[in-house]
Nanobody, 125 residues
Framework: QVQLVESGGGLVQPGGSLRLSCAASGSTLNYYTIGWFRQAPGKEREGVSCISSSDGSTYYEDSVKGRFTISRDNAKNTVYLQMNSLKPEDTGVYYC??????????????????WGQGTQVTVSS
């Protein structure tokens, strides 16, 4: 089973950018669709974006479309989430998760079986 570790979170001002990384071990990411999720304080976890295993097709939730970009580097066994034009409502703990094979959105939390520990993103002035 694949193990995932997120990194790259931090404090950023509104309008700023961050790039999150999701590094995998225990298996190659080629076999998995990787999704990004987030959970704001006092709110339920929600899907953000995913990138498919076979052809790299991507999906974005409406709230981040046009601002976030998901990508993968199979040689580094890592998936990235580039976040631009960040807003205070983007604040939360960001998690990456894996599901075997191809997957298209919308993201359903229960479909993803392997999760990282999360990385905090805070957008505030």
């Amino acid at each position: 089973q694949v193990q995932l570790v997120e990194s790259g979170g931090g404090l950023v001002q509104p309008g700023g950018s961050l790039r999150l990384s999701c590094a995998a071990s225990g298996s190659t990411l080629n076999y998995y669709t990787i999704g990004w999720f987030r959970q704001a304080p006092g709110k339920e976890r929600e899907g953000v974006s995913c990138i498919s295993s076979s052809d790299g097709s991507t999906y974005y939730e409406d709230s981040v479309k046009g601002r976030f970009t998901i990508s993968r580097d199979n040689a580094k066994n890592t998936v990235y989430l580039q976040m631009n034009s960040l807003k205070p409502e983007d604040t939360g703990v960001y998690y990456c998760a894996a599901v075997l094979g191809d997957y298209t959105g919308p993201l359903v939390i229960a479909d993803f079986g392997s999760w990282g520990q999360g990385t905090q993103v805070t957008v505030s002035s």
